[in-house]
Every structure is written in structure tokens, then in C-alpha cells.
T-cell receptor, first 115, second 111 residues
Framework: NAGVTQTPKFRILKIGQSMTLQCTQD?????MYWYRQDPGMGLKLIYY???????DKGEVPNGYNVSRSTTEDFPLRLELAAPSQTSVYFC??????????????FGPGTRLTVL | GDSVTQMEGPVTLSEEAFLTINCTYT??????LFWYVQYPGEGLQLLLK?????DKGSNKGFEATYRKETTSFHLEKGSVQVSDSAVYFC??????????FGAGTTVTVRA
């Protein structure tokens, strides 16, 4: 199993551009998550999904959109990129929720810079 | 709201030294507590966890005990190796989805 894969690894965007961060998992996990990590800060939850067709906002959803058309894929869309979105983005997945003792598995991250 | 405060780094140690990384938390209820580790170039991995007061999580020689009275979950290892060089994150969860993370502590172990 490849686990959770993310593409691209690095990206530089200009202000106002758009892009999609890709996330795929091959573990047949139901739950998927997007986090961002700013320098010197902990990870913050952007969006999560408990299954195909179901998504919900996390702690910092503004400026982002997600979709979940398949179990495997959970892309994160940035519209009108802003310097405040410069961060490292992590995708994660789990079979079920934390309350039933499930571990979240993380991808290696995408480092995004908006200039 | 929930929050996690962990010891600032970076921490540099020699091989076989004792490692402690302090972690304290603020929560409204009875959270589950976690330590995650991130090795260079990789994603975060769960290192250990504890789900109720006085539980001790352990893995790979690392230990942490859930102390409700001091709202702490300090990570310890008795004898570190170069391969333990990584960033360590303390985290908590009070619901099914959201993990609240500390800022991370970078640990470098020198041979």
C-alpha cells in the first residue's frame, strides 16, 4: 500500500491564482482530512469528509473548497490564492472516527508559497 | 476552546541521553491525548496515545502518562538514538474528527 499520497510536493503561486492540491489514499478509509501547518504553529483542520459525497468545515475553511466524489480522493481547491495561504498542507485519512479508536494516517505534505 | 502547549525547541541531545518533551493541554471535557512524530520528508505518524486519566501510552521506547490533575502528557525516552531525530507533536481530541495540535518540537540527536 502507498498509504496517503499528495501532489504536488512544492508549489509557488501568484496572488489571485487558483490550484488544486491532490490527495489519494489506497487503504479504503472512509474518513479524510485536510490540515494546514503555519510556521511555529500546530496543524489546523481545514475540511474533513466522513465518506464519498459528504464534507464538512473544520477550524479554518475560508478560502478553500473540497469535494469527495470517490472514497480514494479528496482534493483541496484554493481559489484566488492569498499570501495568508502560504503554508504546508497535510492530507490524512482514517477508517473511522477518533472516538472509536482509529488512527489518522498522514501524507508527506505539500509546501505552498503564495507571492 | 481546546488547545495544546508544548515545549519549544529545538532540542539537541547526544545519543543515549534522556529525552523529555513537555505537553500541557486545555480542554472542556475528557480528551484523548496523542503524540505524533514526523521524520524528515515524511508525514506525521502516531507514536502513542492515551484515552483516559492515568493511562500510559508507550511505543518504540517512548512513554507518556495522561495526568488529569496537572493537565499534562509529557513524552519521555530513557536513551535516545540518532534515528529518533524528528519533529514531535502533542495533540488532543474531544470529538470524532478534530485533532488539536501543539506547535511541534524539533529534536536532533547527535552521535
Amino acid at each position: 500500500n502507498a498509504g496517503v499520497t499528495q501532489t504536488p510536493k512544492f508549489r509557488i503561486l501568484k496572488i489571485g491564482q487558483s490550484m488544486t492540491l491532490q490527495c489519494t489514499q489506497d487503504m479504503n478509509h472512509n474518513y479524510m482530512y485536510w490540515y494546514r501547518q503555519d510556521p511555529g504553529m500546530g496543524l489546523k483542520l481545514i475540511y474533513y469528509s466522513v465518506g464519498a459525497g459528504i464534507t464538512d468545515k473544520g477550524e479554518v475553511p475560508n478560502g478553500y473548497n473540497v469535494s469527495r466524489s470517490t472514497t480514494e480522493d479528496f482534493p483541496l481547491r484554493l481559489e484566488l490564492a492569498a499570501p495568508s495561504q502560504t503554508s504546508v498542507y497535510f492530507c490524512a485519512s482514517s477508517y473511522s472516527g477518533l472516538a472509536v479508536d482509529n488512527e489518522q494516517f498522514f501524507g508527506p505534505g505539500t509546501r505552498l508559497t503564495v507571492l | 476552546g481546546d488547545s495544546v502547549t508544548q515545549m519549544e525547541g529545538p532540542v539537541t541531545l547526544s545519543e543515549e541521553a534522556f529525552l523529555t518533551i513537555n505537553c500541557t493541554y486545555t480542554a472542556t471535557g475528557y480528551p484523548s491525548l496523542f503524540w505524533y512524530v514526523q521524520y524528515p520528508g515524511e508525514g506525521l505518524q502516531l507514536l502513542l496515545k492515551a484515552t483516559k486519566a492515568d493511562d500510559k501510552g508507550s511505543n518504540k521506547g517512548f512513554e507518556a502518562t495522561y495526568r488529569k490533575e496537572t493537565t499534562s502528557f509529557h513524552l519521555e525516552k530513557g536513551s535516545v538514538q540518532v534515528s529518533d531525530s524528528a519533529v514531535y507533536f502533542c495533540a488532543l481530541s474531544e470529538d470524532d474528527y478534530k485533532l488539536s495540535f501543539g506547535a511541534g518540537t524539533t529534536v536532533t540527536v547527535r552521535a
